[in-house]
Every structure is written in structure tokens, then in C-alpha cells.
């Protein structure tokens, strides 16, 4: 393998590494409750 694949082999290696860490973090138990919050906020009648 020479120097430019290797490159564009890490590079994607970390888009996919980030990636999954964003799906992690957005899907996590301590986040659900604020998200699921919004959700039920913005049907909740004011009225």
C-alpha cells in the first residue's frame, strides 16, 4: 500500500469513527429523556 492509499484509508477510517461516535452520542440514555422532552413539549396544549 503505498502513502496516498493509506491516506484516504485513515481518512475514511475517521469519517466512519466519527460517525458511529455521533450515533452514540445522539442515541445515548442520558440524552434520550432531553430529546423525548422537546417532542412531548412542543404537543403539549397550553391552553
Known sequence: ???QAAAYFIFGLTLVV???VI???YYSK?????VE?????MLDDED
Do not use: D, L
Request: hydrophobic letters at 40%; zero cysteines; glycine letters at 6%.
Open 1 to 3: 500500500m503505498n502513502g
Open 18 to 20: 466519527i460517525f458511529i
Open 23 to 25: 450515533i452514540v452520542f
Open 30 to 34: 442520558k440524552r434520550h429523556k432531553k
Open 37 to 41: 422532552e422537546a417532542k412531548y413539549k
